[in-house]
């Protein structure tokens, strides 16, 4: 089992950049595919990006495509979403996900076993 805790949320200007964190423990990300999605209000959550179990494979929401990079870091148990270039509409709380059944980089809510507490990103107009 693995526990995450998202951080580096906040608010900031559009244009502006975000570091988000999801630093794991139990096991290692090695071990899980990981993905980060959102949800804003009244909204439906909605997948951003992924990265699979290898680290060889990333997937990205039409949406942040050129904007939000997924990375980890196996030393530092953490897998982390920059995000540049921010819109309002980028506005949402932010999640990270692992999944350790299927390890491919998935846009699907259903393949994540283990989900973190969220962090709100805000971005102003």
């Known amino acids: 089992q693995v526990q995450l805790v998202e951080s580096g949320g906040g608010l900031v200007q559009a244009g502006g950049s975000l570091r988000l964190s999801c630093a794991a423990s139990g096991r290692s990300v090695r071990n899980y595919a990981m993905g980060w999605f959102r949800q804003a209000p009244g909204k439906d959550s909605e997948f951003v990006t992924a990265i699979s179990r290898s680290g060889g494979s990333t997937d990205y929401a039409d949406s942040v495509k050129g904007r939000f990079t997924i990375s980890r870091d196996i030393a530092r148990n953490t897998v982390y979403l920059q995000m540049a270039s921010l819109k309002p509409e980028d506005t949402a709380v932010y999640y990270c996900?692992?999944?350790?059944?299927?390890?491919?980089?998935?846009?699907?809510?259903?393949?994540?076993?283990?989900w973190g507490q969220g962090t709100q990103v805000t971005v102003s107009s």
């Open positions: 996900a692992a999944d350790f059944r299927v390890g491919v980089a998935s846009r699907l809510v259903g393949s994540y076993d283990y």
